[in-house]
Nanobody, 126 residues
Framework: EVQLVESGGGLVQAGGSLRLSCAAS????????LGWFRQVPGKSREPLSS????????EYADSVKGRFTISSDNAKNMVYLQMNGLKPEDSAIYYC???????????????????WGQGTQVTVSS
């Protein structure tokens, strides 16, 4: 069974940076797309970024392009999200997600159909 555990969230001032980590287990992940989405309570999930565990094919939502960088460590089954230039509107619960490549049809599919972790809270103060 796929398990995803996020870490690295916290409180940061606007303009600051955070690095989120996701430890993936339960499969080899060579056939998975992994990535991140976020959700504010009461609002819909917002897909952010995805990548192959090999590190290829990174994708970004327009809202984070140029500020967030996704990366992976195939040997450690880890996925990371480096977040720079954080804004108060980036405050949310951030989730790691994994989806079989055969089911992947874009960032939205990762958020809607993937395995999720428990999430990590990111709060950006103004």
């Amino acid at each position: 069974e796929v398990q995803l555990v996020e870490s690295g969230g916290g409180l940061v001032q606007a303009g600051g940076s955070l690095r989120l980590s996701c430890a993936a287990s339960g499969d080899t992940f060579e056939n998975f797309i992994l990535g991140w989405f976020r959700q504010v309570p009461g609002k819909s999930r917002e897909p952010l970024s995805s990548i192959y565990m090999s590190g290829s094919n990174p994708e970004y939502a327009d809202s984070v392009k140029g500020r967030f960088t996704i990366s992976s460590d195939n040997a450690k089954n880890m996925v990371y999200l480096q977040m720079n230039g954080l804004k108060p509107e980036d405050s949310a619960i951030y989730y790691c997600a994994a989806l079989l490549r055969s089911y992947y049809s874009g960032l939205r599919s990762l958020a809607d159909f993937g395995f999720w972790g428990q999430g990590t809270q990111v709060t950006v103060s103004s």
